[in-house]
């Protein structure tokens, strides 16, 4: 759906990833929105599960059309990626897309190991998300459930 300036793509990953592929690269090609979010529950990028089909079908396409965040859930923690593309880490949301993955339930996780693309991480859950698109800028918070920012960051275009 479109928003605003906004698309939002809702994508179903209980489906055949590449059956819906021709789908996401439609949407992401004839969109003239500003800002791109896609979501979808199994995060391409995590330490636990390897979801190479996703980044193989999707992530390249969020790659050519520039998808500026991937939210996900799944894995019971939170991370925040710096920008990617190409499976390369970059410096500015400008050059790739931020994945970030959330959980709304309990989620205890110590001895996390080492995500080189990630920004920000937190192991106890729960969360929720907030973001504020204001003309060139998105302004995106993390909270815990009493209301604490966990993670704060900036999208300028």
Not at 99 to 114: A, C, K, L, Q
Request: glycine share 6%; with cysteine.
């Amino acid at each position: 759906f479109n928003y605003k300036n906004a698309l939002f793509l809702m994508i179903d990953v209980t489906s055949p990833i590449e059956l819906q592929s021709s789908w996401v690269e439609e949407q992401l090609s004839r969109s003239q929105a500003k800002w791109k979010f896609a979501m979808f529950h199994f995060p391409p990028y995590n330490y636990e599960e390897d979801y190479s089909e996703i980044r193989k079908e999707w992530c390249t396409l969020f790659d050519t059309y520039h998808v500026d965040m991937v939210m996900s859930g799944h894995t019971h923690y939170y991370m925040r990626s710096l920008p990617i593309f190409n499976e390369q880490v970059l410096e500015h949301p400008s050059q790739g897309t931020v994945y970030v993955i959330s959980v709304g339930i309990p989620g205890m996780h110590e001895n996390m190991p080492e995500e080189k693309y990630a920004a920000h991480r937190d192991g106890n859950g729960c969360l929720y998300q907030h973001m504020e698109i204001i003309g060139d800028k998105l302004f995106y918070k993390s909270l815990d459930i009493n209301g604490n920012i966990k993670d704060t960051f900036i999208i300028q275009k």
